[in-house]
């Protein structure tokens, strides 16, 4: 059993290997094989430093698919880092864009601010502005990597979907992800692998694999910050207003599309995914959430999510799951299905996050149950921001413009046939009571 120390080391190598790899323009079979044994690999090392963070012991745990988190403490517990196919070691934005540009000498954000804020010639901006001309934007300065990182880093932690997801640093508008068809398991497993014991005589039938591309477009993200110009002059911390009010925006915004965006010019998002399998209520069922609901929908889960599972519900829901039991044995004894322990709830083991992002209670998706490193984030490395004191001169305060730009949808394309011939998915939501 290997330590901690030298689980990171061999991680680190084999995503030197996947990053060589996916720079080639034509890789070969083989070379793609090494990158899916390598991924496979990674997420084996992530589940063991998942549960050496969590129990203070390096275990093996096999499954699939594993991403890479946060370096921020999350819902009450820091994630490790972990990493997808492609992926960086951390979702943070300083270890994804560890050199993307220059702090053109700005000591800190709040300088940069005051400066922009200002208006003043500065020959710090040429670089950055030169910069922005050059990419896909709208205008305005490039923020230094170092202090975008102070916008993306804070509102990691108040997400639902990032801290959990695959994420894929993306320096150009587009980025492709290679992956295998693999949502039939009863023809094929795994993108084509076919094996067989040898008889005498025997044969092996040959399955193709199919490869696919999956394509990510940085898609913007327009915030618009209202400030006044009074405060700014006064000197009253510029840095702290922005940043704060920059992080809680885009993290509130990132995690609605990430959920429930429609694919047309933002990300899809996981409800509207043709990977969702939507459970019914029960025969006439007309409200609140009862046992068999949760039952089916941890049925229709894949196997190999069952350990990368959360469930995710609005608020509204919590009374009806809290007076949920089960009469078990001839005794009685009630079984409650929701669990608490110092603020945090579980069912079946698994942890319940509660965002207000989700339809109330017995609407469509008012409960899910989610593997989220089966769904891919893409963020590009540009942040802009620009301020304008025109658009509300008359009350004396100036809008500042921040872009973001990413993309995402689910990694699986449609839920996956079993071996069983039964259908699962990473992705199961509660469909509508009437």
Not at 209 to 234: C, F, I, Q, W
Request: hydrophobic share 35%; glycine share 10%.
């Amino acid at each position: 059993m290997r330590n901690e120390t030298e689980l990171l080391e061999r991680r680190a190598f084999l995503l030197g290997e996947i990053d060589r790899v996916l720079a080639l323009k034509r890789p070969t079979e083989e070379q793609i094989e090494v990158c899916e044994s390598g991924h496979q690999e990674i997420r084996n090392i992530d589940h063991q430093l998942f549960m050496s963070e969590s129990t203070g012991t390096v275990v093996g745990l096999d499954g699939l698919g594993a991403s890479h988190a946060g370096d921020g403490d999350t819902r009450g517990g820091r994630t490790p880092g972990r990493c997808g196919l492609g992926g960086v070691e951390s979702r943070s934005y300083s270890s994804m864009f560890p050199e993307t540009h220059s702090n053109a000498d700005f000591q800190n954000f709040g300088e940069y601010l005051d400066v922009l804020n200002s208006g003043r010639f500065d020959p710090r901006l040429n670089e950055l502005r030169a910069m922005s001309e050059g990419s896909e934007s709208g205008g305005g300065f490039l923020v230094p990597s170092q202090f975008s990182s102070t916008v993306f880093d804070t509102s990691l932690e108040s997400e639902v979907v990032r801290p959990l997801a695959t994420v894929f640093p993306m320096t150009s508008k587009t980025r492709q992800i290679p992956a295998w068809d693999s949502s039939d398991h009863q023809t094929s497993l795994f993108g084509g692998f076919v094996a067989a014991w040898e008889k005498e005589a025997g044969s092996l039938t040959d399955k193709n694999p199919k490869p696919r591309l999956m394509t990510m477009t940085a898609h913007k993200l327009y915030g618009l910050v209202r400030l006044s110009n009074e405060l700014a002059a006064d000197g009253i911390a510029i840095d702290s207003q922005l940043s704060k009010v920059m992080s809680d925006g885009l993290s509130w915004y990132l995690d609605q599309a990430f959920l429930f965006g429609s694919g047309v010019g933002e990300p899809l998002g996981i409800a509207n995914s043709p990977a969702m399998i939507e459970v019914d209520p029960e025969e006439n069922q007309t409200t609140g959430i009862v046992y068999p609901n949760l039952a089916k929908m941890f049925a229709k889960l894949l196997p190999a999510s069952f350990s990368r599972s959360i469930w995710i519900a609005n608020p509204t829901v919590l009374p009806s799951l809290l007076t949920l039991g089960v009469t078990i044995g001839v005794a009685g004894e009630v079984y409650h299905v929701i669990n608490e322990s110092s603020g945090k709830f579980s069912i079946f083991g698994r942890p319940v996050v509660f965002n207000e992002k989700l339809p109330s209670l017995n609407s469509r998706g008012d409960i899910m149950l989610c593997d989220l490193s089966l769904y891919g984030i893409g963020l590009r490395q540009d942040l802009q921001l620009e301020k304008s004191t025109h658009a509300l001169f008359m009350t004396d305060e100036s809008v500042w413009r921040i872009i973001c730009r990413a993309d995402g949808f689910a990694l699986l394309d449609k839920p996956i046939t079993l071996a069983s011939g039964d259908t699962a998915s990473g992705f199961v939501c509660l469909g509508e009571r009437p």
